[in-house]
């Protein structure tokens, strides 16, 4: 084939330049008015919502938002007793709810478990990854159990979730993934190495996997994606918080976190953060050099102490 002379090329070029900064200015026009006018938060009563780990915590309050808004709410947990519970509570608010039990991190139970769900319940439209655990202690003192244990949970098993949901949402090219992400996925805290590793790999899974979505043939933009970024959240996950400032870096009650989340997912955000101005804080964060970054996180004193 005859190559492109080179003025051609360089025009062609120039032109894909102007209408890379014109797609730019769009959007960033379109997120301030995002900002100003934020998005109709989108009605949930046909969905088929599955949450991991809704046996207790933000997981079981998320369920319990999500099933007085008339969702049909399929709770997944390791802790039987605790996911029975949630189902209750669901009920007794005359709300539709099932219970599963499942280790998230056994693919080949959660490959079953899908299955078993689309047959007794029906096609999953959202997927919420929550299930987590937070060993809270300096990176020696990690025993190698205890690190493939977190990645198997924190990382894993949003892995196996998202390759048993995620096909039919192709076929449909419709969904939502929600992924329980942390602050600790988006800024370095002392005694938590391993726990903030498989966070910031939460979120990159998250990033990944939409742009490979946005990249494939197939019409894929009915699918959709929030990452949700919270910081101390009261559910007994965090035993020893240390907090300066309670203003500026406070810790969050579970039902207030979920009605964060509920609304997110309503509205389809790509991310947020709870509390919610921790999401520009980090970006201020983020614009000094490391050293500056580390002053600043000194200054604000807050992290977590060993649990153990
Ligand atoms: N609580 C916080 O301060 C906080 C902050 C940031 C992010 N997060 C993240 O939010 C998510 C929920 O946190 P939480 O505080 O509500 O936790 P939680 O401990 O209250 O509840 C977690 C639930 O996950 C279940 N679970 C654990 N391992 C599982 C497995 N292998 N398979 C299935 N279920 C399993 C537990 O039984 C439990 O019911 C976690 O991913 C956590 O890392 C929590």
Redesign the pocket.
């Known amino acids: 084939m005859a190559e492109e002379p080179q003025i051609i090329s360089a025009i062609r070029i120039l032109f894909e330049v102007i209408w890379t900064h014109l797609r730019l200015i769009f959007e960033i026009l379109k997120a301030l008015f995002r900002f100003v006018v934020p998005p109709t938060p989108k009605e949930v009563n046909e969905d088929i919502i599955l949450i991991?780990?809704?046996?207790?915590?933000?997981?079981?309050?998320v369920a319990l938002r999500f099933a007085k808004l008339g969702a049909t709410v399929v709770c997944?947990?390791?802790?039987a007793k605790?996911?029975e519970d949630t189902l209750k509570m669901i009920k007794q608010a005359k709300g539709k709810g099932f219970t599963y039990e499942?280790?998230?991190?056994?693919r080949e139970a959660v490959m079953q478990l899908a299955q078993k769900v689309e047959r007794e319940v029906g096609e999953v439209t959202i997927l919420i990854?929550?299930?987590?655990?937070?060993p809270c202690k300096p990176v020696l003192r990690h025993s190698e159990k205890e690190i493939r244990?977190l990645m198997?949970?924190?990382v894993n098993?949003n892995l196996w979730m998202i390759q048993a949901f995620l096909p039919a949402m192709l076929e449909r090219n419709s969904g939502h993934i929600v992924a329980?992400?942390?602050?600790?996925?988006k800024m370095g805290l002392r005694n938590l190495v391993p726990?903030c590793g498989?966070?910031y790999a939460?979120r990159g899974i998250m990033e990944a996997l939409a742009l490979e979505l946005h990249e494939d043939p197939r019409d894929t933009n009915g699918i959709k994606f929030t990452t949700?970024?919270?910081?101390?959240?009261?559910?007994?996950?965090?035993h020893n918080?240390r907090i300066r400032f309670a203003g500026l870096m406070k810790?969050?009650e579970?039902g207030e976190?979920a009605d964060q989340i509920v609304d997110a997912v309503r509205r389809e955000y790509h991310e947020i953060t709870?509390p919610s101005d921790l999401y520009y804080t980090n970006k201020i964060f983020n614009l000094f050099p490391p050293a500056g970054g580390r002053i600043l996180t000194d200054f604000i004193g807050t992290g977590l102490d060993p649990h153990d």
Request: glycine letters at 16%.
């Open positions: 991991t780990g809704a046996g207790h915590g933000m997981g079981r309050e997944i947990d390791i802790n605790g996911n499942c280790d998230v991190t056994d990854n929550n299930a987590g655990i937070m244990t198997d949970i924190n098993g329980m992400s942390s602050m600790a996925g726990y498989s966070k939460v949700v970024c919270p910081y101390i959240v009261n559910t007994g996950l965090c918080p810790t969050v579970p976190a709870i």
